[in-house]
T-cell receptor, first 112, second 112 residues
Framework: ELKVEQNPLFLSMQEGKNYTIYCNYS?????LYWYRQDPGKSLESLFV?????AVKQEGRLMASLDTKARLSTLHITAAVHDLSATYFC????????????FGAGTILRVKS | GAGVSQSPRYKVAKRGQDVALRCDPI?????LFWYQQALGQGPEFLTY????????KSGLPSDRFFAERPEGSVSTLKIQRTQQEDSAVYLC??????????FGQGTRLTVV
């Protein structure tokens, strides 16, 4: 069974600080995704990571993938209030069909 | 349209009532997915269509849930005899084959 675990589930941080969200998954995956969700809104795609060692950056967010460790990280640099949201990682694996399997999400609150 | 469109955005149903939720995917997208997101949780897979064929319905929680996509475009998720535990946001996503899926804004269902 394909499972995804995220930690921490809740993160409160000060503006300007750095932090990392971790995403572990149980079996090999084809792709790993990071999404952002604002309250009452749908999922906004942030990154899609395909291969071992992949690193992608957009603004203050950087995502990386280690397929051997089955681990992805989402690193936040110099957090700002606008980054407050819930962040989900998800994986897919064609052996389990085309569905995405999501983690429980990390609620990020950036305090001014 | 430019994105995945879902309707209604909000639905309040009395327990025991039947409901129908609509999803208009991005034009030309072959794959269509339904997910259920309970409050404070990550989305969970319900069912998947490739064109009009329902290839995976392993996530449907009971036989009260039924989905269709008769012409390979618009899809409807129907829930019969709604129960309080059906209260959730229902997300639809569509994609080209094997490519990242795009999510709609969801339908928030509240069963009272």
């Amino acid at each position: 069974e394909l499972k995804v675990e995220q930690n921490p589930l809740f993160l409160s941080m000060q503006e300007g600080k750095n932090y990392t969200i971790y995403c572990n998954y149980s079996t090999t995956s084809d792709r790993l995704y990071w999404y952002r969700q604002d309250p009452g809104k749908s999922l906004e795609s942030l990154f899609v990571l395909l291969s071992n060692g992949a690193v992608k950056q957009e603004g203050r967010l950087m995502a990386s993938l280690d397929t051997k460790a089955r681990l992805s990280t989402l690193h936040i640099t110099a957090a700002v209030h606008d980054l407050s949201a819930t962040y989900f990682c998800a994986v897919d694996n064609m052996e389990y069909g085309n569905k995405l399997v999501f983690g429980a999400g990390t609620i990020l609150r950036v305090k001014s | 349209g430019a994105g995945v469109s879902q309707s209604p955005r909000y639905k309040v149903a009395k327990r025991g009532q039947d409901v129908a939720l609509r999803c208009d995917p991005i034009s030309g997208h072959v794959s269509l997915f339904w997910y259920q997101q309970a409050l404070g949780q990550g989305p969970e897979f319900l069912t998947y269509f490739q064109n009009e064929a329902q290839l995976d319905k392993s996530g449907l929680p009971s036989d009260r849930f039924f989905a269709e996509r008769p012409e390979g475009s618009v899809s409807t998720l129907k829930i019969q005899r709604t129960q309080q535990e059906d209260s959730a946001v229902y997300l639809c996503a569509s994609s080209q084959w094997g490519v990242e899926a795009f999510f709609g804004q969801g339908t928030r269902l509240t069963v009272v």
